[in-house]
């Protein structure tokens, strides 16, 4: 059985930063992508970051493209997500997800198993 758990969400004022982290359990089944994904009210989930397998390849979306860092450690089979100079467009529920695909996708539906999700709220 697989297990997503993020966690690391908060409150922040614009211009602060915060970093998320996400623990899977997976058994034996093997996931060498991970995500991140956000969910605002009333919108979409979007993606907002992934990597594969040794971090071999990162992707971003555009809108946090140099303010957002994704990086893994596969011992730990553990994904974390550092948030810097965030706004309230951040503001959201952010999920992670994982993907038995060894390809970066920014696909929800490439994704396998997800997270219950952590908030994260930025005032301004």
């Known amino acids: 059985q697989v297990k997503v758990v993020e966690s690391g969400g908060g409150m922040v004022q614009a211009g602060g930063s915060l970093s998320l982290s996400c623990q899977v359990s997976?058994?034996?089944?093997?996931?060498?992508?991970k995500g991140w994904f956000r969910q605002a009210p009333g919108k979409e989930k979007e993606f907002v970051a992934t990597?594969?397998?040794?971090?071999?390849?990162?992707v971003y979306a555009d809108s946090v493209m140099g303010r957002f860092t994704i990086s893994g450690d596969d011992a730990k089979n553990t994904v974390y997500l550092q948030l810097n100079d965030l706004g309230p467009e951040d503001t959201a529920a952010y999920y992670c997800?994982?993907?038995?695909?060894?390809?970066?996708?920014?696909?929800?539906?490439?994704?396998?198993?997800w997270g219950q999700g952590t908030q994260v709220t930025v005032s301004s």
């Open positions: 997800a994982v993907s038995e695909s060894r390809w970066a996708s920014r696909l929800r539906d490439e994704y396998d198993f």
């Open positions: 997976c058994g034996i089944f093997r996931l060498p992508t």
């Open positions: 990597i594969t397998w040794n971090g071999t390849k990162k």
